[in-house]
């Protein structure tokens, strides 16, 4: 059997791997990374990854875990964080650690940090609709945080291609892309939580970023269940293509 299994070329196996996902419907691969993002992104070499909105890190691992790293940048605005992503990526040459939201602007902004469940942090005040939904009381403590765009980011580190933008923002999608009109330019793949109903004030939906990077010559390749309330899909993860860079 193995002498067979050597026979057979590995974009073969690959491919045959995928189609076997796909049959059996499972989402990610033996360490938590969406299958989608693998099926367009190759392993072959090492990559360059930007993960806006880090969080724990828990992304950011299983990318570290299914690819060689060139170059990995992690954003997370909640300093409550930074300390356990420092030490779960140590390697400072290859890792930056970024206590800051990504915005179209740099400078300061108000930052509602939901204690009660950080994951719906966010740039912007959540809608009062969601509170119960969400098992919340407020829309969080205010706090100001530092902003900078992504076009500054990259530019600073002089990075000429990005090959996977994760973006989590909740709901403030169109003020990290609105920030990254020349870094699009040279970034693969883009792989964005995405929200059918606004559940923030002022928040942009699916159909806001598909325009955006459709006008990009980005194009809309898969989409997967996030959330649901009532019955009702409220929001989703999302993979854009870069046409230029990934024919």
Not at 118 to 147: C, D, R, W
């Amino acid at each position: 059997m193995n002498f067979i299994k050597r026979l057979i070329p590995n974009n073969i196996k690959q491919e045959g791997k995928y189609i076997l996902y796909d049959l059996l419907k499972i989402p990610y691969n033996r360490h938590g990374l969406p299958v989608v993002i693998m099926e367009w992104l190759s392993a072959d070499k090492p990559i360059t990854f930007i993960d806006i909105g880090a969080s724990k890190g828990d992304f950011a691992t299983s990318i570290t875990k299914s690819y060689t790293i060139k170059k990995g940048i992690l954003i997370e605005p909640l300093s409550s964080r930074i300390q356990g992503l420092n030490e779960r990526f140590p390697n400072k040459a290859i890792f930056d650690i970024l206590n800051l939201a990504v915005s179209d602007q740099s400078g300061e902004a108000d930052f509602y940090d939901a204690t009660e469940w950080n994951v719906m942090s966010s740039l912007l005040e959540i809608k009062p609709e969601f509170y119960e939904a969400h098992v919340l009381t407020s829309p969080g403590k205010k706090i100001k945080v530092q902003t900078e765009t992504l076009d500054n980011i990259v530019g600073q580190r002089k990075l000429d291609l990005v090959d996977l933008l994760k973006i989590d923002v909740q709901g403030a999608e169109h003020l990290v892309l609105g920030s990254a009109e020349n870094m699009l330019k040279k970034t693969k793949l883009v792989y964005s939580e995405v929200s059918y109903r606004p559940l923030y004030e002022g928040s942009s939906t699916f159909f806001d970023i598909y325009k955006l990077l459709n006008e990009r010559n980005f194009r809309f390749v898969a989409i997967s269940t996030a959330g649901k309330m009532n019955g009702e899909i409220i929001q989703g993860d999302a993979l854009f293509v870069n046409n230029g860079l990934c024919p």
